[in-house]
Nanobody, 114 residues
C-alpha cells in the first residue's frame, strides 16, 4: 500500500503561478511512472504531465510550455510547477503513482480566476 498526498492547490488570478506537490509514502526510486491528472466539473479526467523513471517527461498540448513536472527522490515528491495559469486550468488535480496496481491521491483544487 502506498499513500499519495497532493498539496499546493489554491485560488490564483489568471497569469499567476502555483506549485503542486505529490508526496508518496515510499521512495520514487524504481517507480516507472508518476503522473499529474486533472478533472474539471462535468469533464473527464485528463492527463496533464508525467515523468518516468529515467527522468523523461511528457505534457498535454494544453499545458506544454507553461507547466513543468519534476521529481525529488530524496523527498519522495513530484512537483508540478504551473505558470501563466488560465481560467481553463481550473480543476481538481490528482497525482497517480504507478507501482503495483497504481495509487491515486485525494486531489487538490486549483481555481484560476479571470
Amino acid at each position: 500500500q502506498v499513500q499519495v498526498v497532493e498539496s499546493g492547490g489554491g485560488v490564483v488570478q489568471a497569469g499567476g503561478s502555483l506549485r503542486l506537490s505529490c508526496t508518496a509514502s515510499r521512495s520514487f526510486d524504481g517507480i516507472g511512472f508518476v503522473g499529474w491528472y486533472r478533472q474539471a466539473p462535468g469533464k473527464q479526467r485528463e492527463m496533464v504531465a508525467f515523468i518516468i523513471e529515467n527522468g523523461a517527461t511528457n505534457y498535454s498540448n494544453s499545458v506544454k510550455g507553461r507547466f513543468t513536472i519534476s521529481r525529488d527522490n530524496a523527498k519522495n515528491t513530484v512537483y508540478l510547477q504551473m505558470n501563466r495559469l488560465k481560467a481553463e486550468d481550473t480543476a481538481v488535480y490528482y497525482c497517480y503513482v504507478q507501482v503495483g496496481g497504481g495509487y491515486w491521491g485525494q486531489g487538490t483544487q486549483v481555481t484560476v480566476s479571470e
